[in-house]
């Protein structure tokens, strides 16, 4: 539970004059009157779930109206040392001559420091609650209690919340400040801080823009306000489905005709949340003509254009391989360059990745587990283009759950499946190398894979071996020979798999 905002409840006059709320009684009495009225409408109003007109006119009130069928209108919440004796009075009268039936507790109820069943009954049996802030009112345990289970009433089932002012400011309230500041410190000395009841009773009136602080909460909110309009609702970049399940739960949380976009990089999820793969659209990379133009667009913004040879603009686009983001970094870094920083760029781009299209990509890594990791890595560093059969049976032989990995990793949009064969776009084969790569920057015998021939050479000859490497794969020229020392393996006490040359012979060591 938490602070929730009334304003859009609430009408402006009511706010500005209930400070003198002796005569403004009445108009209390006819609002409550009138949305007493429009709740009985909506409840009986007929084929509503099939009417055009009444997805276009229907309220949170009417969305409502089904869960709010107490044994009370409204509940009224109230210090009573306060108003019992004199506006209360008036402001009961006047709701029991507009037959507006009312709950109003009596001394006795009010007795130790919790709040007795029956009042919380009564509460979630009425429809609506009035709560009358006075003087004193915040510092009575018992009206915070009720403010509590109102404004759960208010979250779970759609209970409307009125509240009024008797001889107070609301700023009073929403700070606090006065005699609500010194009724939260007595609180706190006496029971110890309560956060959550001193937000609610700062933040319950605040702007017009709601604040939820539970996911029940939300969800009945969106439901009650959205179910019965025509929306459209963007979900980018979605990576758990209980954000899903939290935000659009079911076609019925909103109106007919509305429409909902989900972006997600795990295909899965979409799964998960019951979405047939009709309706599933795998967004691909750009083709040349497209690639071209986007490029373009970043890489010459100035109306002088520089020449820069064609051959060099094919090799960027090559490197992208459609890729948006890619080609929006590549093209605003390279824009006003001329060809020799051209070159020398993209024979960078080459060796290391742009590090700001590396975060983006490592965003789907680092959401994997641990197993899928390792995984993705032995196909970035090794398998890439080899047959999905070929990766398995190597990868299983070092005790891997390889089939299931794979999936995964196709579901996160890591690798394709394309024929019989695993794919890789070059971009994210290059973040992978360069995991490995991080591992050690300078010590290529201190990483846990080894795929580069001038980095077996050196770590086997060289005896630089130690327990990080894992694997090794050799793919060393037909007409080169490698000196391997007699202590090479020596201190690779976890190499579990090491395939020379490429992709002949497999071995476990």
């Known amino acids: 539970m938490g602070p929730y905002s009334l304003s859009n409840w609430l009408p402006t006059t009511w706010l500005k004059k209930c400070l003198n709320c002796f005569e403004f009684v009445p108009f209390i009495a006819r609002h409550v009157q009138s949305d007493i009225h429009m709740r009985d409408r909506a409840a009986t109003r007929p084929d509503t779930e099939h009417s055009e007109e009444a997805h276009q006119t229907s309220s949170?009130?009417?969305?409502?109206?089904?869960?709010?069928?107490?044994?009370?209108?409204?509940?009224?919440?109230?210090?009573?040392?306060?108003?019992?004796n004199n506006f209360l009075g008036h402001l009961y009268a006047a709701l029991d001559q507009k037959g507006i039936y009312t709950y109003i507790d009596s001394e006795e109820l009010r007795k130790g420091e919790q709040i007795t069943p029956a009042l919380i009954k009564a509460i979630e049996d009425s429809c609506i609650a009035i709560i009358i802030f006075s003087e004193d009112y915040a510092s009575s345990p018992w009206c915070l209690q009720e403010v509590d289970k109102i404004m759960e009433c208010k979250e779970q089932r759609g209970l409307m919340v009125f509240p009024v002012f008797y001889k107070v400011e609301p700023k009073e309230v929403r700070t606090p400040r006065g005699s609500y500041r010194e009724a939260m410190v007595k609180h706190e000395n006496k029971f110890g801080r309560?956060?959550?009841?001193?937000?609610?009773?700062?933040?319950?009136?605040?702007?017009?823009?709601l604040t939820v602080f539970s996911v029940d909460g939300g969800i009945n909110l969106m439901r009650c306000r959205?179910?019965?309009?025509?929306?459209?609702?963007?979900?980018?970049?979605?990576?758990?489905v209980k954000q899903?399940?939290?935000?659009?739960?079911?076609?019925?949380?909103?109106?007919?005709?509305?429409r909902i976009i989900i972006t997600t990089r795990d295909n899965h999820l979409l799964t998960v949340h019951g979405i047939d793969e009709d309706h599933?659209?795998?967004?691909?990379?750009?083709?040349?003509?497209?690639?071209?133009?986007?490029?373009?667009?970043?890489?010459?913004?100035?109306?002088?254009?520089?020449?820069?040879?064609?051959?060099?603009?094919?090799?960027?686009?090559?490197?992208?391989?459609?890729?948006?983001?890619?080609?929006?970094?590549?093209?605003?870094?390279?824009?006003?360059?001329?060809e020799q920083e051209w070159e020398s760029a993209l024979n960078k781009l080459a060796k290391s990745p742009d590090k700001t299209i590396n975060n983006v990509l490592k965003l789907s890594y680092d959401g994997l587990e641990d197993y899928a990791k390792e995984i993705f890595l032995d196909i970035a560093c090794f398998f890439k283009g080899r047959s999905i059969q070929y990766i398995i049976e190597v990868l299983n032989s070092c005790d891997f759950d390889t089939t299931i990995g794979v999936q995964v990793l196709v579901?996160?949009?890591?690798?394709?499946?394309?024929?019989?064969?695993?794919?890789?776009?070059?971009?994210?084969?290059?973040?992978?190398?360069?995991?490995?790569k991080q591992e050690c920057h300078d010590d290529p015998g201190r990483r846990s894979r080894l795929w580069l021939c001038e980095d077996v050479c050196e770590v086997l000859s060289?005896?630089?071996?130690?327990?990080?490497?894992?694997?090794?794969?050799?793919?060393?020229?037909?007409?080169?020979?490698?000196?391997?020392?007699?202590?090479?393996?020596?201190?690779?006490?976890?190499?579990?798999?090491?395939?020379?040359?490429?992709?002949k012979e497999v071995s476990q060591t």
């Open 60 to 84: 949170p009130l009417m969305a409502a109206s089904s869960d709010l069928k107490g044994n009370y209108d409204v509940f009224l919440s109230f210090r009573g040392t306060d108003v019992r």
């Open 194 to 209: 309560d956060s959550e009841k001193e937000k609610l009773l700062s933040k319950i009136l605040v702007g017009k823009e």
């Open 226 to 240: 959205l179910c019965c309009k025509r929306v459209l609702l963007v979900l980018d970049d979605v990576d758990d």
């Open 244 to 258: 899903l399940n939290a935000l659009a739960g079911g076609c019925e949380w909103f109106g007919k005709g509305s």
């Open 280 to 338: 599933i659209y795998e967004v691909k990379t750009l083709w040349y003509g497209e690639a071209l133009e986007l490029f373009n667009k970043h890489a010459f913004l100035r109306s002088e254009e520089i020449v820069i040879r064609r051959d060099l603009v094919d090799s960027a686009l090559h490197y992208a391989d459609g890729l948006p983001l890619a080609l929006e970094v590549f093209g605003s870094f390279l824009c006003g360059r001329r």
């Open 411 to 436: 579901e996160k949009s890591l690798i394709t499946k394309r024929g019989e064969t695993v794919q890789m776009h070059d971009l994210i084969q290059l973040m992978g190398m360069d995991i490995v």
């Open 462 to 503: 060289g005896e630089m071996g130690t327990d990080a490497v894992k694997a090794i794969v050799l793919d060393l020229p037909k007409t080169e020979a490698i000196y391997i020392g007699p202590n090479a393996f020596t201190n690779m006490r976890r190499l579990s798999c090491q395939i020379s040359p490429w992709p």
